[in-house]
């Protein structure tokens, strides 16, 4: 497909390409094509020639960018789309009815075990004690209990939800909501042709290419993509490593005369 024709990568997609770009450069070494990575051009070279070319390596999946992209607007288009997030809904809400009551169970508890246990032991200095004053200190010292084990409680949850949340997270491909399966699939699709035939090949190419300065975007050739981000061959210099080309000459016949010779031609 030509590039004309490939759907212009959208703003909130960049992220994407970025991260399956940091990815595949992050794990060069489990791909044999990609082993010669930081021989020649280092990551961080390579990061950035495959940023500047991002408009023809996202054009080597542009069908399927395009049908996610058809997905993901069917399904912000789609009213109902929110049906199944507001079912989740009152899940949640019963999970966060329990994480206030959680948080204010040790908050109460302890606010009743320091007023029965004060006013117990008050009532208990005065001469003869109350009766119930024996009835408060009990009770203030259940309620301390009862504190405790609140907090043990609070502490265990805190603890279960983190761990639960940082394994979600780290599997999350969306922040705020889950992609439905046709979303989905179409998004895995669009990142798996991105990477295997524009991402890879791109960083392949670069790999394999002979060294020389990177040609600025504005003016690189619109031609196949292995060409892109690399010099021509009349860019390279001559002290660019083993395959450049010899140093040229720079004496003629036309310098050679009396005038420009060496001492030993000069006149008496």
Known sequence: MHMNSAPHLLTEDRPEYERLLDDALRHA?????????GERLNAVQLRTMALAAVALITATAAVEYEQY?????DLRADPDRDRDAADDGFGQSGAGIGAVVTVLAPM?????AAIFLLVGYL??????????ARTMIGAGWFFAAATA?????????????????GSTSLAAREADEELPDDVARA???????LLERGIVPFLRDALTEPAGPVIPAPHRPAGRLPKIGYSRPDFAGPDEGPAAAP?????????????????EHELD
């Open 69 to 73: 992209v058809k997905a993901r607007d």
């Open 149 to 165: 084990a609140a907090i043990f409680v609070a502490a265990v949850g805190l603890l279960i939800t983190a761990l639960r949340n």
């Open 123 to 132: 009532l208990k200095l005065l001469e003869p004690p109350p009766a119930f």
């Open 247 to 263: 140093r040229p000459r720079y004496s003629s016949p036309d310098f050679t005369s009396p005038d420009f010779g060496g001492p």
């Open 108 to 112: 109460l508890a302890g606010t009743a």
């Open 29 to 37: 070494h489990e791909r044999p094509e990609l082993a010669a990575v």
């Open 187 to 193: 998004k895995e699709a669009w990142r798996h042709a």
